[in-house]
């Protein structure tokens, strides 16, 4: 295998570097690739966090894989980058300097802007060496994304890829033009996006819903044996749709049901109210579901997505 202009020999591994681009210092900017390759073929997984470069949870999951050694596979080949988009995370930001999201600049362009080079250097570099990609995210600033899985259900392979890896919740998601996922899914790779948490923070029970499901999709693959407590395993529960409540207006915003909570129609979930003690306006779920992301903000603006609720769907 010659990845990255490096050749690495079955049983080896290697640091490389993703050499994309300066900063304005002339600073060059490296994104660190980790790549262990067993003695016996099997396929590649990439497990990649820090697309959006204020999304820690996930750059926590891939360290810890690396520091416990997991990503030395008994087959085939793990790629890890931890922090994609360096740029964003030198300065926790979600987007690249020029204010580009990296996560709609696929496939990107070799004389584009920033984002479109750094795109287009994976799908040139690392692309076409991957079998499997885990890529980990999380609620954009306040949004608390409750642990899910996000994949096309009508493909069969990564439904029972996102059922294996047993997340609470399994969202039907479809491409969004650009993305590194629509790219991904064009040439035929298997790709499941994990949404866990929120900005800028270490949430161990997001880190630890990230790690396992890693565990059980490697140890699936028979890429790795772990001990796996088949006791712990859960019933993912399948959404198919998914709607976003808004502030219906502006004030101090409390929730009043937990993230992941069944809700039904009717049911009082939140509360708006004004600092004076004057307005207090319960915000109600309008359907049946499961509250999939709450945004913690603690003030709102009229029209701020404040609950994104999940329909169940029949699988
Ligand atoms: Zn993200």
């Known amino acids: 295998m010659v990845i990255l202009g490096k050749e690495i020999l079955p049983g080896k591994g290697a640091q490389l570097n993703l050499d994309v681009a300066k900063l ?6 490296l994104v660190p690739v980790i790549v262990e390759r067993a003695k016996v073929d099997g396929p590649t ?12 949870n996930g750059v926590e999951v891939i360290r810890r894989i690396i520091r416990k050694g997991f990503n030395k596979p ?15 995370f030198l300065n926790l930001k979600r987007e690249l300097p020029d204010g580009r999201d990296l996560n709609r600049s696929f496939p990107g362009s070799e004389s584009g802007s920033l984002a479109a080079q750094f795109a287009y250097h994976f799908m040139k570099e690392i692309t076409p060496h991957v079998d499997y990609v885990i ?14 899985i996000r994949c096309i259900f009508n ?8 059922r294996i890896f047993n997340p609470p919740l399994i969202l039907n998601s479809s491409h969004i033009p650009k993305t590194i996922r629509e790219s991904l899914s064009k040439q035929g790779k298997k790709m499941l996006l994990f949404e866990g948490g929120k900005t800028n923070s270490i949430e161990e029970l997001i880190v630890e819903e990230g790690l396992n499901g890693v565990k059980r999709v490697l140890s699936y693959l028979e890429m790795r044996s772990f001990k796996i407590d088949i006791s712990k395993d859960r019933t993912p529960i399948y959404l198919d749709q998914s709607k976003w409540l808004r502030a219906p207006n502006s004030g101090m915003f409390q929730a009043t049901v937990k993230n992941g909570a069944r809700v039904v129609k009717g049911d009082t979930i939140g509360i708006v109210t004004d600092p004076y003690g004057k307005n207090e306006r319960k915000i109600k ?12 903000s603690p003030v ?16």
């Open 74 to 88: 008994l087959r085939g080949t793990i790629i890890c980058l931890p922090v994609f988009n360096i740029f964003g």
């Open 45 to 56: 997984v990439l497990l990649m966090a820090g697309l959006h470069g204020d999304e820690i």
């Open 135 to 148: 890529d980990f995210h999380t609620g954009s600033s306040q949004r608390n994304n409750f642990p899910q």
């Open 285 to 296: 779920a309008t359907f049946e579901g499961y509250i999939i992301c709450l945004n913690e």
């Open 300 to 315: 709102v603006y009229k029209g701020d997505a404040i609950f994104h609720i999940g329909k169940e769907a029949r699988i």
């Open 155 to 162: 493909d069969e392979e990564s439904l029972e890829l996102a």
């Open 24 to 29: 304005h210092t002339s600073t060059p900017i």
